[in-house]
T-cell receptor, first 111, second 115 residues
């Protein structure tokens, strides 16, 4: 079983839609959670970072972590064609340094 | 530009050969991480160095090795290359040894094609 599971999609939505991207994880030691965005096989770039459970908002993006259900979510409001990319969730253990990634969800926002 | 520099951007080589990938971390970052991304495997952690010392190891093949030099740049050596080694290889860096507080910053990758 993979430590971080993510539906690879692809996911296609119209411009302006609210997008929900989700991951589940199995490692109870994961304490730090991140979302990365990767454009066409370029280097991943950090979008959101959260520690433990809770919500974090940054502009049109909201990250949620529910440690009780081991569930990680990213919401994108008013999605734009420029949001079309692969979104990767990732986690680090409390005492670790290795960032473990999900497979990534490919998102296309259609004009 | 993320500040993490990887060279070369593209590499085409034959099976059985050896190649070296190079990474310069972002200024001030002491940790360097190497990841392999293939179409069917996602981003797989290979190895981490912190201030010149190996810190964590993932599923890195014995044919692969890495090191971090005193100026903090790192090299990933891949030998006896096989077709299945064709992938994107990413380097990332972080200021601390854990990367927990700020995540990693990734370079733009080296695309390796083994023919």
């Amino acid at each position: 079983q993979k430590e971080v599971e993510q539906d690879p999609g692809p996911l296609s939505v119209p411009e302006g839609a609210i997008v929900s991207l989700n991951c589940t994880y199995s490692n109870s030691a994961f304490q730090y959670f991140m979302w990365y965005r990767q454009y066409s096989r370029k280097g991943p770039e950090l979008l959101m970072y959260t520690y433990s459970s809770g919500n974090k908002e940054d502009g049109r993006f909201t990250a949620q972590v529910d440690k009780s259900s081991k569930y990680i979510s990213l919401f994108i409001r008013d999605s734009q064609p420029s949001d079309s990319a692969t979104y990767l969730c990732a986690s680090i253990e409390t005492s670790g340094s290795r960032l473990t990634f999900g497979e990534g969800t490919q998102l296309t926002v259609n004009p | 530009d993320s500040g993490v520099t990887q060279t070369p951007k593209h590499l085409i080589t034959a099976t059985g050969q050896r190649v070296t990938l190079r990474c310069s971390p972002r200024s001030g970052d002491l940790s360097v991480y190497w990841y392999q991304q293939s179409l069917d495997q996602g981003l797989q952690f290979l190895i981490q160095y912190y201030n010149g010392e190996e810190r964590a190891k993932g599923n890195i093949l014995e044919r692969f090795s890495a090191q971090q030099f005193p100026d903090l740049h790192s090299e990933l050596n891949l030998s006896s290359l096989e077709l299945g080694d064709s992938a994107l290889y990413f380097c990332a860096s972080s200021v601390s040894w854990t990367g927990q507080n700020y995540g990693y910053t990734f370079g733009s990758g080296t695309r390796l094609t083994v023919v």
